[in-house]
């Protein structure tokens, strides 16, 4: 037996004892048949008489919890019915007040055949025999602790990559790697949000964002998004942080304006906030050529640029990156040391070699061909079928489109009806934190994940889910 008794503190020793042991025996820790030590070996291992121990075992033995065996020893001989709860004496553990709100997270929905979800990339067309070439010849490379900014090798093909592909300024020095997006968002959160500042996010928006930053404490406050991006004027002139995807906002879809990029730029100088700008699908273009980013526009050291290869590669990956103004750096990488180091180095390496070798360019080509169709099988259908219904946002990007509901339509019983008949999508309004001050029904529609072949049937689903509403 190697039973914890513990005699700080004050109080009579014998019944100290005597209750440490009979609470053992009655949670289970303690078994009926076990040996107990004999009083002289546990009176030396407490420094306290052996009477004292031999005291307690009587009182023990006299209420039937433990019975003398001859020439044996003493045993355990209470078996309870139900082994009673431990009770801490504290009551029992609770997170802290915070995460209250935060655990009304949806389970994940089962998979449909017909998956409209936003945000899911096809991973049918994930370059798979080149990946597990690039990461079995990686697996061997790093054996010890790395750099906590990442690999490298990683850091200068992402600087180099996102300058040629989105203008971001970065040396590799820049760079941070991240488990994806999210990790990206989290260091941030912690380098820059004390408990109770205030965070302002696009309403509508994206949940996991602004659901990081209240589990760092912060108060989330959403600001309108119109047809140019986030309205700044909107802005609470108290907001230490502002999160923006003004690429591609979502889930509306629309690139924020150049006249709204300088106004929030020069906002967040005046205020001395900070930007987060989440470029998180903006490869995928279909028509007009992307806006300069606004890490490439700021000039005063505000924005935090965050990529990431969910949308590119797969989610699984969990790669991710972040270019940060430089006053920054040695408290985001602190921050990502003491989180979890650093980051897988065999996928590092593997993906540094699928950028350096034009893979992942070649791969971009490829997929936004792909996408390029199931967007426009889409736009043709909100032309045609389903344009009785809906008005699609206008957005010649990334992987979801939106599309406004007539008024008067019951979205939330066709996303059921669409639910029966194996088509997953959602709701506009799922996207909002608190209900709009105007209603906004609407779809999102993801295109990242049915096969293309799939999307005429499931947009005949859709029409037919409303017509019969
Ligand atoms: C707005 C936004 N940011 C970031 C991401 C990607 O996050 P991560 O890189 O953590 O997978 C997504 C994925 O859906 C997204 O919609």
Redesign the pocket.
Known sequence: MDLHISLDGRGDRTDRIYRQLRDAILDGRLRAGERVPPSRELARRLSVARNTVAAAYDRLVGDGFLEGRAGAGTFVAFRPARPAQRRAPGGALRPARRWAQLLDEPPPAEPARFDLR???PDPALFPLATWRRLLGRSLAARADYGDPAGAPELRAAIARHAGLSRSVRAAPDDVLV????????DLVARVLVEPGAVVAVEEP??R??RRLFAAHGARVVGVPVDAEGIVVGALPRTARLVYV?PSHQ??LGIAMSLHRRSALLAWAEETGAAVVE?D??SEFRFSDRPLEPLQSLDRAGRVIY?G????TLL?AL???FLVAPATLRPALRAAKRLTDWHGDPAAQLALAALLDEGRLARHLRAVTRVYAARHELLTAAARGPLAGWFTPVPSSAGLHLTFRAVPGLPVDAIVARLRAAEVAVEPLASFYAEPPPRPDPGLVVGYGSIPTANLPEAILRIEAACRNA
Do not use: C, E, N
């Open positions: 936003a945000g899911h991240t488990h994806g997006a999210q990790q990206a968002l928006g994206y996991p964002a995807t979502y889930p989440d998180y699908d965050v990431s290869f969910s949308k989610p969990r790669l991710g």
